[in-house]
């Protein structure tokens, strides 16, 4: 099967890591994504990583990919209040043809 | 760059009206266009995938002929909703991807969404 699972909800104060972590399923997936949806909007690419990497760095955003175990992460760091928002992680299936999606995390920041 | 916006942000309309969404790349050519549907505080879920000039490919489940797609040219790609009534109410997203490349990964770029709301 296709399941992608994450936590539904994460607190975190301004300032503080955050670390939204994702399960899936499908062990032939190419790639890793990870989507930020703000309230009332679209789907925001914030960054992916190739399967045959361990990790993945780009400014305050830090992905790491447990192939082994099929967990997948997304740590914030210095978190700011502009990075409330639902965070979906999603796999790369058909072939790379189709993403199928994790079912969201929201992440709060709290003063 | 990759810029996709979708049109209208917004509808309400009556009963049995059939309503168009617009998703247009307008910085790139989408070859694939993909339309997802998303309940409040749900995920996305994939309705059908449209190539540029060719039929939709339609996820189980989904009624070809009640959500009609039309993939006319790389940059631009409807959705129909026809006779719609208040069930089709729900958050409407596409997105749109380049062409595969050797590695297979072109990230898929998402509009802004349409709230379709039914009375």
């Known amino acids: 099967g296709e399941d992608v699972e994450q936590s539904l909800f994460l607190s975190v104060r301004e300032g503080d890591s955050s670390v939204i972590n994702c399960t899936y399923t499908d062990s032939s997936s190419t790639y890793l994504y990870w989507y930020k949806q703000e309230p009332g909007a679209g789907l925001q690419l914030l960054t992916y990583i190739f399967s045959n990497m361990d990790m993945k760095q780009d400014q305050r955003l830090t992905v790491l990919l447990n192939k082994k175990d099929k967990h997948l992460s997304l740590r914030i760091a210095d978190t700011q209040t502009g990075d409330s928002a639902i965070y979906f992680c999603a796999e790369s299936t058909g072939g790379g043809n189709k993403l199928t999606f994790g079912t969201g995390t929201q992440l709060k920041v709290e003063l | 760059g990759a810029v996709v916006s979708q049109h209208p942000s917004w509808v309400i309309c009556k009963s049995g009206t059939s309503v168009k969404i617009e998703c247009r790349s307008l910085d790139f050519q989408a070859t694939t266009m993909f339309w997802y549907r998303q309940f409040p505080k749900q995920s996305l879920m994939l309705m059908a995938t449209s190539n540029e000039g060719s039929k939709a490919t339609y996820e189980q489940g989904v009624e070809k002929d009640k959500f009609l797609i039309n993939h006319a040219s790389l940059t631009l790609s409807t959705l129909t909703v026809t006779s719609a009534h208040p069930e089709d109410s729900s958050f409407y997203i596409c997105?749109?991807?380049?062409?595969?490349?050797?590695?297979?990964?072109?990230?898929?770029?998402f509009g802004d969404g349409t709230r379709l709301s039914i009375l």
């Open positions: 997105s749109a991807r380049e062409r595969l490349t050797r590695t297979g990964n072109q990230p898929q770029h």
